[in-house]
């Protein structure tokens, strides 16, 4: 098991943001986490990552208990994020916010060693090319290949995808989703977050369903898909039933 | 790290080593006086371009490191007999050390609240001192005498403050640079630009922002011992003048924060315009006001600063303008 | 002793409520647009000058002259807005608070060169009311009065007008604000003059009690900043609030300890505040 979720809940003021949530993740997965909007599922991967600490319930990363810890101790254990609004480091070149990533990972790279890994986690996005300029000249869609090639410089164990595939035309797609296949081939675990629903029932080995920051259901993309649950849950949401609808 | 190799780290240094040099070579007072009052704006600007240049934190009171180890350094000096250079290093330690406490609490806070707080300190620390009996209380302390006489007498001294005050410069500079471009000053710009994502990278923002907050207040605090021991006395109202604090940020700012040299441009074209307006007939009592004004035209149309603006425009100068 | 103590608290009381007025002022434009206005202390001393001036040049009653005094601080707000703060509105944090800071050092710059640093006063003595134990200058009175005033037309107009509603819209989301068709720029000069008004109605009252002089600004802009911290960045009653805590202790302190610890209790409490709870006592915006 890569990461290990115990009924960690969560609770905003009054708003109860996260119930009871548990799964687990083996090593070597892509685990997609869908469910509808509002629904709690970028708060889990903060709570995950240790951006907040639930308050009860814990996370187990490789066997460690990584619960209340700040989220750059649990990025130095090996867990990377792309974030779903791109964050980049906007004054800095494109090679030195990969470099970011690679000098505070899992790794701890000196600065020449981040420079020649950051040049290889841009050729693997795509953005070689684009690496002296500033990070902030970069349209969406290269922001979020930047947010990626960032999380992987970090050689991560665990990768956290926060909607990679928002906002991408179906080629893009296609190219992101072979990509995903291909860092998941090199031995890093995947759990991502996505709407796509084509996309990440076709990519994921094992489906999670969060509602309301409940878990509804969980197992292979095919089961959950004809889940009445799920397909309740999301038809509040008439868009997404139509799309969960043509798998 | 082949710094030594970069024509970026060798151009402040030898700037600041010709022109300390020539000064020393010289000997005249009245070239000294002028150098030294910019070699300690520069000085100063620099060190609060290595929080605020790299970090984006904003201390609107940093003077009160200048004042808080310029008072412990000239009471050791002047009180209680020490060396000049071992209590111009205890000033700075004291500052290093009340930024430490300070920082463990005050950096918690982003922003505007940050730098409200840095204000409130300063002033909380000026009351303090006017109070407190060692340092004199209100009227603040005189320089024993017999202190100069250590260094050959007061005309004496004061070149061999100027030496250290020069060194000093050369040091800071030194550390800025290599805080720069080092994996720690990547973390920190990384900060700078988007904490929250930068801790996700990984970067331990707490324990980084504040080794550069003890660093920024370290060479303060020397810089101050040497300043009033030149002075011969030391009060309150001297000290931790908030005008100084913001004088410093415009320096940074003018001359570009961020960068090694924009400070050192900063520092001298203010000096250089404020000795200019203090002399001129028209705009004696207008120098504020022309300041001022000088600051609101680089917010509004220049925020890179003078060093920032040519790196922008002249990306090859960039590996020689750092 | 106690009636000492109780003409002193209900003195610092009463100038709490001006400092109030001061400290409104600045959380006004916090909290509408996230700027902290360090040309604040400056304007306040510009109030000081406007009411002086209009009672030694015009003889006008140093309280009617808060009227004019305000209309100008409001003609001030929107000119400062419009040349130094418009242009980084939308800019980090360090754009407005250097941008707010050179229109202050140009302020004192061409204020000290016009006005000199020699102190000038109020001429306008009106005696003191008794009540039991308690003696109480009338000029306190009056001016608790005049804060009162204008908070109240502060409150009435941000209620009850249109322009005070779109005030209110773009503190609480400027871009809604726009696409609702609020022209924000114009209502951003409006509040960032409505904080320079309350700042200018605060200086003309403090003249009415202290000589002054164009450097005088400085220590009540630091108050205010205390004050805002203590009742809310952003929060207009809390900074009355705060203005009163913090009048209160200037009278009460002194009795305990020497004067001279005052600034150190204040900063103290600031820095305090700041930490442990930084929207303050009664919560932020």
Not at chain 2, 239 to 248: K, N, P, R, V
Not at chain 3, 115 to 130: A, H, K, R
């Amino acid at each position: 098991m890569i990461l290990q979720v115990q009924d960690v809940t969560l609770r905003f003021g009054g708003l109860q943001a996260l119930t009871d949530v548990t799964f687990d993740q083996t090593e070597g997965q892509i685990l997609g986490l869908i469910g509808p909007n509002g629904a709690g599922k970028t708060t889990l991967f903060n709570v995950i990552n240790g951006v907040f600490a639930p308050y009860r319930g814990k996370i187990i990363f490789r066997g460690e208990d990584i619960t209340g810890k700040p989220s750059y101790e649990v990025a130095r254990r090996g867990m990377a994020r792309a974030h779903q609004v791109v964050r980049p480091l906007t004054e800095l070149t494109v090679r030195e916010n990969v470099m970011v990533g690679a000098c505070f990972g899992r790794e701890g790279q000196s600065l020449s060693q981040a420079a020649s890994l950051a040049d290889q986690a841009l050729a693997q996005v795509g953005l070689a090319g684009r690496a002296d300029q500033p990070s902030g000249s970069l349209n969406v869609a290269q922001k979020k290949r930047l947010e990626l090639a960032r999380a992987l410089a970090a050689r991560p164990y665990l990768l956290l995808l926060d909607e990679v595939l928002a906002g991408l035309n179906p080629t893009e797609i296609t190219e992101m989703v072979a990509t995903i296949r291909k860092i998941r081939d090199e031995g890093i675990s995947i759990l991502m977050i996505e709407h796509v629903m084509q996309a990440v029932m076709s990519i994921s080995d094992h489906i999670i369903v969060l509602d309301y920051g409940q878990l509804i259901a969980a197992g292979k993309p095919e089961e959950v898909a004809s889940n009445p649950k799920v397909i309740e849950a999301y038809l509040g949401d008439p868009e997404m039933t139509a799309r969960l609808m043509v798998e | 790290m082949k710094f030594w190799r970069q024509p970026g780290f060798w151009l402040p240094l030898v700037i600041v080593l010709l022109w300390g040099g020539t000064v020393l070579v010289l000997r005249q007072d009245t070239v000294r006086e002028t150098a030294f009052t910019v070699l300690m704006f520069m000085a100063l600007a620099s060190s609060l371009n290595i929080l605020l240049g790299y970090t984006g934190y904003v201390s609107f009171g940093h003077i009160v490191f200048f004042g808080l180890g310029g008072y412990t350094g000239f009471y050791l000096i002047s009180e209680q007999g020490w060396p000049l250079l071992l209590a111009s290093l205890a000033g700075g330690a004291l500052s290093g050390f009340i930024a430490l406490l300070v920082g463990l609490a005050v950096l918690r806070l982003r922003g505007a609240y940050f730098a409200l707080a840095t204000i409130g300190i300063n002033e909380a620390a000026r009351a303090f001192v006017s109070n407190f009996g060692p340092f004199g209380g209100a009227t603040g302390l005189f320089v024993n005498f017999a202190a100069y006489e250590k260094y050959g007498g007061a005309g004496q001294a004061l070149w061999t403050t100027f030496t250290f005050l020069w060194v000093t410069t050369l040091v800071v500079l030194v550390v800025s640079y290599l805080v720069k471009h080092s994996r720690f000053g990547l973390g920190l710009q990384a900060i700078r630009e988007d904490e929250d994502a930068a801790m996700v990278m990984g970067v331990n923002a707490p324990r980084a922002k504040t080794i550069t907050y003890v660093i920024s207040a370290f060479f303060p605090g020397i810089i101050g011992t040497l300043y009033f021991f030149k002075n011969g006395n030391v009060e309150p109202g001297d000290a931790f003048q908030l005008h100084m604090s913001i004088e410093m940020l415009v320096m940074v700012m003018l001359g570009g924060m961020g960068t090694v040299l924009g400070p050192m441009v900063g520092a001298t074209a203010y000096q250089g315009l404020r000795g200019y307006l203090l002399t001129s007939p028209i705009f004696k009592d207008l120098h504020l006001a022309v300041a001022g004004l000088i600051l609101l035209l680089i917010i509004l149309f220049v925020p890179a600063g003078a060093v920032g603006w040519v790196r922008g425009r002249l990306p090859a100068l960039r590996r020689v303008l750092e | 002793m106690f009636s000492q103590l109780a003409s002193s608290l209900t003195d610092g009381l009463l100038l709490g409520f001006v400092y109030g007025v001061a400290a409104m002022g600045l959380t006004l434009i916090w909290g509408v647009m996230s700027v902290i206005n360090l040309a604040h202390g400056p304007v306040i001393a510009l109030g000081m000058f406007g009411s002086y001036l209009l009672f030694t040049l015009l003889g006008v009653n140093p309280y009617l002259a808060l009227v004019p005094v305000a209309l100008l601080g409001l003609v001030m707000g929107f000119f400062i807005y419009g040349v130094a703060v418009h242009r980084v509105i939308n800019a980090p944090h360090l754009s407005s608070l250097l941008a707010t800071f050179a229109v202050n050092m140009i302020i004192i710059g061409l204020g000290t060169a016009i006005f000199s640093t020699s102190p000038q006063n109020i001429d306008y003595s009106l005696g003191s009311l008794e009540v039991g134990f308690l003696t109480v200058p009338f000029s306190r009175l009056l001016a608790t009065a005049g804060a009162l005033l204008f908070t109240a037309a502060l409150y009435l107009f941000l209620y009850f007008t249109r322009p005070g509603k779109a005030v209110r819209a773009v503190a609480n989301n400027r871009r809604a604000a726009e696409l609702m068709g609020i022209p924000s720029s114009l209502v951003l000069a409006l509040s960032f003059g409505l904080g320079t008004m309350m700042a200018a109605v605060a200086g003309g009252l403090i003249a009415t009690f202290f000589p002054f002089t164009i450097l005088s600004g400085g220590p009540y802009e630091l108050k205010s900043f205390v004050i805002c911290v203590l009742g809310g960045l952003g929060n207009p009653l809390g900074a009355l609030l705060g203005g009163l805590i913090l009048g209160g202790l200037e009278g009460v302190i002194p009795a305990f300890m020497p004067v001279s610890w005052v600034p150190v209790v204040e900063f103290g409490l600031f820095v305090l505040v700041l930490l442990v709870k930084p929207s303050g006592l009664l919560g932020a915006k």
